[in-house]
């Protein structure tokens, strides 16, 4: 078959489409990430600390306040807040909460907890899991510490959870440790974040606010 015979030869259906689909993934994989804002649903997140002693172990838990969150899964970048109630804290114990408020939080003068995050470390995955490293600021006692979290992230369409474990030495912070003659505690306390809400388009959420 001569060159003429072969330039004018039809090229077939299948070859249009295997090229049309690698054109679209090219596509699909050079597109820039959509920017994300992640609502936390107060219902359905929980923070919960672990407090050691010579006896036993003290377990308890705090309420979310409220919390919104701007991803943008380009850059890394992330802004926001998580605040926490810090007079909500309960153990079980009324007379331990009334001395934990009072004197360790002082939770009078110093209402809420929060960790303002700032970039994440790692790619987070459009769908599915991902562990990644979070960098923050987190505001304890009237005081701002910067800290970076190991966090467990699973998203969705339209959900994600995160899930987030880290220590506060909060002796070391400058805050009272509960510790009697006959009673010593650690002189730190073990934090448990489990976060979920929904994924909202950027456009959604400005309207919204």
């Not at 929060?114 to 990644?132: C, L, N, Y």
């Not at 510490?145 to 912070?173: G, L, N, Q």
Request: hydrophobic share 40%.
């Amino acid at each position: 078959m001569n060159q003429t015979a072969q330039a004018c030869r039809p090229v077939s259906w299948r070859s249009f489409g295997l090229a049309v689909s690698t054109l679209l993934a090219a596509f699909v994989i050079s597109a820039p990430a959509q920017d994300k804002a992640l609502q936390l649903d107060p219902s359905q997140t929980s923070v919960k600390f672990t407090l050691g002693d010579v006896l036993h172990t003290v377990h308890g838990s705090f309420q979310l306040k409220r919390g919104s969150l701007q991803f943008e899964p380009s850059s890394g970048k992330i802004s926001g807040e998580i605040v926490v109630d810090a007079g909500s804290g309960e153990s079980g114990s009324g007379m331990r909460d009334r001395k934990m408020n009072k004197e360790i939080l002082e939770s009078n003068r110093y209402p809420e907890i929060a960790f303002h995050p700032d970039r994440i470390e790692g790619p987070v995955a459009s769908q599915g899991k991902s562990s990644v490293r979070v960098h923050g600021m987190f505001s304890i006692h009237g005081v701002d510490r910067e800290i970076t979290v190991p966090a467990d992230v699973e998203m969705s369409a339209d959900r994600w959870t995160a899930t987030v474990h880290f220590t506060v030495p909060y002796a070391k912070w400058g805050m009272k440790n509960p510790s009697t003659l006959f009673l010593r505690v650690n002189d730190s306390v073990e934090i448990d974040l489990m976060a979920t809400g929904n994924v909202v388009k950027p456009s959604i959420a400005n309207s919204a606010q």
